[in-house]
């Protein structure tokens, strides 16, 4: 009966051998990234020498010059996954809620992305409303107000700083074993009270916020504070408070009202009287040695004049420090918004060519020898002369300060050219080898394509082989941002470098606009955009590269399709050699259904979410899909599940079985028919 024991523990030790080195996690890591830039599967291959398909446990791809949107449905099937460090990369879109419920996992480092959105919590089966992290740093983001830490009891370490909250993140009541908390350049305004529950802190800054509060009572334990940062907020009882000492000088820098505990002079105690004062005679004493007082010697006088220039200077170099500091501090506030062209002092005799660098590392050369040689030809403003050096003057000379983006076709800038002419400026790298002549004709046929729904083209600059086309800069930015990433009803105006063009000193109508919670917004903005393909159809062309960053919206939320005509441009008819089901109509119309999917379910439009609606409206369960963002009534929900339906038919699997965009438009508009205006 020994023998048949130890032979059952046996077997099971080589079960529990061949199942962890036979598992899928390489697979599912592989496609988590397939849609990342950057990405190589071979890292995976240094995780475990001795297993060919190892458990994964830890995904370190910090600093890796990452960019893309991850797909982070396939890390959820990870059954050892306990450690995610993606830090320092160029990284984009929401993170999932159930990301956090994950059991085996405790420490996650996000930092320095472009990760945006709300940090919510969505349980997973097993593991109810606790999170098992307790090392999180998703600072250097995108983050917004929604965070909620209530479910995070086991957090040790949180980092959230340098992200646009704008509140105080809830739930610290139940945060008994954080020790490390940074909240600092978050934008936060209101009482810094809610803290006050973190008994074991052992680290706190909160700097450079807008927060207001009692110092210390509104703040956890200050004895057992090992490093602690109020500077730049609107405390009171931080000025003279003894407390804050041991923390140095920079720890209280402007941290509320009142006078700085380190530059106060002594004030006299309440009850102590004046000292007296000496009245003396006219001709008493004092005006006897005013008498017999020696004259001022010279080197009295040299001494004296030494020190007027002396204290003359150090003021001086006082004035020029608080100079220096208030333009730079004025800087970082402007730092995203589009400034007034600086000239650049160029020589009529400088030869090109001309060099630039983009910020991935890639770079293009304007083949000029004279800056004024090359026009730029403004197709919306014939009369208007300007040249490539008002692009270099209006760009600081394509400086990565102007740069906006880096996309598909070629990297992005933002210009005010003379006549306070707002633009986007795209270099067009795939063009290098198209002729002259050729790009012309298509430059001046595109500036033809008028309608409402599409992004016009303002001008074009032939530069050597380098082509350089202009639009209209729009103000609120692309919908994907505007659906995944921004706050309902409310623009990012903290960064705008990836694919958007958003203008960060708004003032308009986007601060009041409809409430992306709002359905009828959705579905207008899906029907314009129908609008703007159906046209392009119709006068017989395609876009061939239809996404949700390629829709650009105006002041009213009415959608402009960009890239038109430019997407395939050097690439030939094909595109990116994928064959005809890539190009043409039909995958314009499949582009749509992907985009009118992602409008109504809240997802990001990849493969696998295309699925799953579909197989949803296939069961007659659409409803399931539909965005929980969205206000819902009867009239609306039914408006909704029709529109997937659209969706449904749009990305049909067969190009055959697509309907036209026009059959498309028809079909929204008779959904919903007051939003058939024109």
């Not at 010059?65 to 160029?90: E, H, Q, T, Y």
């Amino acid at each position: 009966m020994a023998g048949f024991y130890r032979l059952i523990v046996f077997l099971s030790f080589v079960v529990l051998v061949q199942s962890s080195c036979n598992s899928k996690d390489r697979k599912l890591v592989s496609k988590a990234f397939r849609s990342v830039s950057g990405f190589n599967s071979s890292w995976l291959d240094s995780l475990d020498s001795n297993c060919s398909r190892p458990l994964i446990k830890e995904i370190k791809f910090s600093s890796r010059n990452l960019s893309g949107i991850l797909s982070w449905m396939f890390l959820r099937n990870m059954s050892k996954l306990r450690r995610i460090d993606l830090s320092d990369n160029l990284l984009q879109g929401s993170v999932p809620g159930w990301l956090w419920s994950v059991p085996t996992l405790v420490d996650v480092n996000l930092s320095k992305n472009r990760f945006g959105g709300a940090v919510g919590f969505q349980p997973t089966s097993g593991n109810g409303s606790v999170s098992s992290v307790q090392t999180l740093n998703l600072s250097s983001n995108r983050f917004t107000n929604s965070v909620k830490l209530s479910v995070f009891s086991k957090l040790q370490f949180l980092d959230l700083s340098h992200n646009d909250l704008g509140i105080l993140p809830s739930g610290f009541t139940n945060l008994t074993n954080l020790k490390y908390l940074d909240i600092s350049n978050c934008n936060i305004s209101g009482s810094i009270k809610p803290i006050s529950v973190l008994r074991s802190l052992k680290h706190l800054d909160v700097s450079n916020n807008s927060l207001n509060g009692t110092f210390p009572s509104d703040f956890p334990p200050i004895t057992g504070l090992k490093f602690l940062n109020i500077s730049l907020n609107n405390f009171t009882g931080c000025a003279g408070s003894n407390e804050l000492n041991k923390f140095g000088k920079s720890s209280s820098v402007q941290c509320g009202t009142g006078t700085s505990v380190f530059n106060r002079p002594p004030s006299p105690p309440s009850n102590s009287t004046p000292p007296p004062q000496i009245i003396a005679p006219k001709d008493g004493p004092l005006q006897e040695h005013k008498k017999n007082r020696k004259p001022i010697t010279k080197s009295k006088a040299f001494v004296l004049s030494l020190s007027c220039s002396s204290g003359f200077l150090l003021a001086s170099i006082a004035l020029f420090i608080f100079c220096v500091w208030r333009r730079k501090k004025l800087a970082r506030r402007n730092k995203w918004a589009i400034s007034k062209p600086v000239q650049l002092p160029f020589k009529m005799d400088k030869s090109g060519p001309f060099s630039f660098e983009t910020e991935s590392g890639t770079s293009w050369v304007a083949d000029i020898k004279e800056p004024t040689s090359a026009p730029v030809i403004m197709c919306s403003k014939p009369l208007l002369n300007l040249t490539f050096k008002d692009l270099l003057a209006a760009t600081s000379h394509f400086g990565k300060d102007s740069l906006l983006a880096e996309g598909r076709s070629g990297p992005l800038y933002g210009a005010i050219l003379p006549g306070d002419l707002h633009v986007a400026i795209k270099v067009l790298e795939h063009a290098r080898d198209v002729d002259h002549d050729d790009a012309v004709a298509l430059f001046e046929d595109l500036f033809r394509l008028k309608h409402p729904n599409l992004l016009p083209l303002a001008g074009y600059c032939m530069a050597g082989t380098e082509k350089l086309v202009l639009y209209e800069f729009m103000a609120n930015g692309d919908l994907h941002r505007w659906l995944h990433e921004l706050p309902a009803g409310l623009p990012n105006v903290e960064d705008w470098s990836t694919d958007t063009w958003e203008n960060h000193n708004i003032t308009g109508s986007y601060l009041s606009s409809p409430d992306k919670t709002n359905w009828i917004t959705r579905h207008r903005i899906a029907v314009g955009v129908a609008r703007g393909l159906a046209y392009l159809h119709h006068v017989g062309t395609t876009h061939g590269h239809l996404v949700s960053s390629n829709i650009l919206l105006s002041d009213n939320l009415e959608p402009r399709i960009a890239d038109v005509g430019i997407g395939n441009i050097g690439r030939g008819k094909g595109g990116d050699d994928e064959g005809n089901s890539q190009s043409g109509a039909e995958f314009d119309v499949y582009c749509f259904g992907v985009i009118l999917i992602e409008l109504l379910t809240g997802t990001q439009g990849t493969e696998e979410s295309v699925k799953r609606v579909r197989k949803l409206v296939k069961e007659g369960v659409g409803i399931e899909a539909l965005d929980s963002r969205l206000r819902l009534g009867d009239d609306s929900v039914n408006g909704m599940v029709e529109s997937l339906r659209v969706g449904y038919l749009c990305t049909a699997e067969s190009p055959g079985k697509r309907p036209t965009m026009q059959q498309v438009l028809g079909l929204l508009k008779d959904i919903h028919p007051l939003l058939d205006l024109n």
